[in-house]
């Protein structure tokens, strides 16, 4: 069974400049998240979805990330524009369900530098 | 509302030592428990989780771990260190409606020869 699969695997951009990330999950997950791992830290929770709908946003800074699952499947999520802060690796996991014994599969992630 | 500290950013064993990795939690509802281990440049991987049933939890590579209510506690060991586990580890809670992770700050073990 394939993973989750991530891309880029590495992105360096200037600070005001747009970026986009790539998340395929595990064929059949129909939950899906997007985690922000600063350098030293744990993995913090951006956004979730449950098929195409989200099912929270609360710790996304909207003014400037975005995300979306339009089929339900893939999902991309974009920093417009970026700041010194934002570098971090960028992880998408993927679950069967959103019971909170359902495993979460974690990708490679995105490692993330703004200049 | 939901939290998780972890005690020790770095631990240092030596090869064939106990290992014991520290994590304690904060939840307003049963939690169910994860410890995840990340390997340099790799995703999280899943070692173990507590869900409510035994309280003595066996997960992958020989590591457990056991729930303690009383403590608040959820820490995770391994009788003999090896070369290969040298890793981050985290600690998450999950104590809401939609599986969503609280991690710790992580525990980087180091093995010595």
């Known amino acids: 069974e394939a993973g989750v699969a991530q891309s880029p695997r590495y992105k360096i951009i200037e600070k005001r400049q747009s970026v986009a990330f790539w998340c395929n999950p595990i064929?059949?997950?129909?939950?899906l998240y997007w985690y922000q791992q600063i350098l030293g830290q744990g993995p913090k929770l951006l956004i979730q979805?449950?098929?195409?709908?989200?099912?929270?946003d609360s710790q996304l800074p909207k003014d400037r990330f975005s995300a979306e699952r339009l089929k339900g499947v893939d999902s991309t999520l974009k920093i417009q524009p970026a700041k010194l802060e934002d570098s971090a690796v960028y992880l998408c996991?993927?679950?069967?369900?959103?019971?909170?014994?359902?495993?979460?599969?974690f990708g490679p992630g995105t490692r993330l530098t703004v200049l | 509302a939901q939290s998780v500290t972890q005690l020790g950013s770095h631990v240092s064993v030596s090869e064939g030592a106990l290992v014991l990795l520290r994590c304690n939690y904060s939840?307003?509802?049963?939690?169910?428990l994860f410890w995840y281990v990340q390997y340099p440049n790799q995703g999280l991987q899943l070692l173990l989780k507590?869900?409510?049933?035994?309280?003595l939890v066996k997960g992958i590579n020989g590591f457990e771990a056991e729930f303690k209510k009383s403590e608040t506690s959820f820490h995770l060991t391994k009788p003999s260190a090896h070369m290969s586990d040298a890793a981050e580890y985290f600690c998450?809670?999950?104590?809401?409606?939609?599986?969503?992770?609280?991690f710790g700050g992580g525990t980087r073990l180091m093995v010595k020869p």
């Open positions: 996991a993927s679950s069967s369900g959103l019971a909170s014994y359902n495993e979460q599969f």
């Open positions: 064929s059949g997950h129909a939950t």
């Open positions: 979805f449950q098929n195409n709908g989200v099912v929270d």
């Open positions: 939840s307003s509802v049963p939690p169910y």
């Open positions: 507590y869900t409510s049933a035994a309280t």
């Open positions: 998450a809670v999950s104590a809401n409606a939609g599986n969503m992770l609280t």
